[in-house]
Nanobody, 125 residues
Framework: QVQLVESGGGSVQAGGSLRLSCAAS????????MGWFRQAPGMEREAVAS??????????KYADSVMGRFNISRDNGMKTLYLQMSNLKPEDTAVYYC????????????????WGQGTQVTVSS
């Protein structure tokens, strides 16, 4: 069982940057596959970026729309997941959710078990 709490959302102008954080509670954080998802009004939730657990040690995965602008990272000692967002665009406006699952496959399928409450990111033009 893991609980997730996001922070760092806010309003920014296009071209600006934000860093989202996701603090996790519970044991064995490093064994969880972690990811960021977002949902814009009237749109389906979409995967933004993911990091598989330490056992797999693969490169992060990104949605094409954020490749080169967003960077996902994790600090296993601090039990925290980050999303550094740069060169933000109005189309990045959404509620961003942190997610976790002990199974890499669940994260890759976009069906992680554990979710945070979400943090709003608004990008104005």
């Amino acid at each position: 069982q893991v609980q997730l709490v996001e922070s760092g959302g806010g309003s920014v102008q296009a071209g600006g940057s934000l860093r989202l954080s996701c603090a996790a509670s519970g044991d064995n954080f490093r064994t969880y596959s972690m990811g960021w998802f977002r949902q814009a009004p009237g749109m389906e939730r979409e995967a933004v970026a993911s990091l598989l657990n330490y056992i797999t040690s693969t490169a992060p995965k990104y949605a094409d729309s954020v490749m080169g602008r967003f960077n996902i990272s994790r600090d296993n000692g601090m039990k925290t997941l980050y999303l550094q967002m740069s060169n933000l665009k109005p189309e990045d406006t959404a509620v961003y959710y942190c997610a976790a699952d002990p199974q890499n496959s669940a994260m890759l399928l976009g069906r992680p078990q554990f979710w945070g409450q979400g943090t709003q990111v608004t990008v104005s033009s």
